[in-house]
Structure formats: C-alpha cells, structure tokens
C-alpha cells in the first residue's frame, strides 16, 4: 500500500517561509513524478510542483517560480517543498503526490494534506 506523509505546515507571516517533507512508501514504480499540489478554499486543486524519478527534472507552477524550490532524496523516497517570500494567497491544503507512470496511463496517491496558512 502506497502511503505518503506529509509534514511541515503551519500559520507564518506573509514574506515567511515553511519546508514542506513528504515521505513516501510502499511502491516500487519503475518511473515515477513525486511532488505538491494544493487547494486553496473555493478554488481547484492546483499542481505546484513536482520532480521526476528518472532525470529529476523539475516543474513548478507560474505561481510560485523563484519562491519555492522543490529537492527530493530518492534513496529515502522523501520530497521537500521549501517556500520562501510567502504570500497570503499561498495559503491552501498542501497534497502530496506521487503518479505512477506506465505505457499507456498514469495512477496517482496522495498524503492527507497539510495546512499552510499566510497571514497579511
């Protein structure tokens, strides 16, 4: 069984930082995406960033280029999510995620979330 544990959230002042951990276990992908989405109250959920298994290249969402910066430890299967300079609408439900990639489709897993609060 695929489990992922988040940790790391928390209420900070706007221009704060938190570090987000996800550790990840019970699966043995041959390739895989680990990283963050969030939902924030009233909207869609939203990907924020993710890492990649197999040359760990990253992606990030316009959003949050230059302020967050995502770093995994494969060995460990643990992902962080540092965020710097926040700002009030950061705040959200933080999921982590894991998608199994295979020939034809993809399956996610998500962590049960982590609040992350900014205050103006």
């Known amino acids: 069984e695929v489990q992922l544990v988040e940790s790391g959230g928390g209420l900070v002042q706007a221009g704060g930082s938190l570090r987000l951990s996800c550790a990840a276990s019970?699966?043995?992908?041959?390739?895989?995406?680990i990283g963050w989405f969030r939902r924030a109250p009233g909207k869609e959920r939203e990907g924020v960033s993710r890492?990649?298994?197999?040359?760990?290249?990253?992606l990030y969402a316009d959003s949050v280029k230059g302020r967050f910066t995502i770093s995994s430890d494969f060995a460990k299967n643990t992902v962080y999510l540092q965020m710097n300079s926040l700002k009030p609408e950061d705040t959200a439900v933080y999921y982590c995620?894991?998608?199994?990639?295979?020939?034809?489709?993809?399956?996610?897993?998500w962590g049960q979330g982590t609040q992350v609060t900014v205050s103006s």
């Open positions: 890492i990649s298994s197999t040359d760990d290249s990253t």
């Open positions: 019970g699966f043995t992908f041959d390739e895989y995406a």
């Open positions: 995620n894991i998608r199994e990639f295979n020939v034809y489709s993809f399956r996610d897993y």
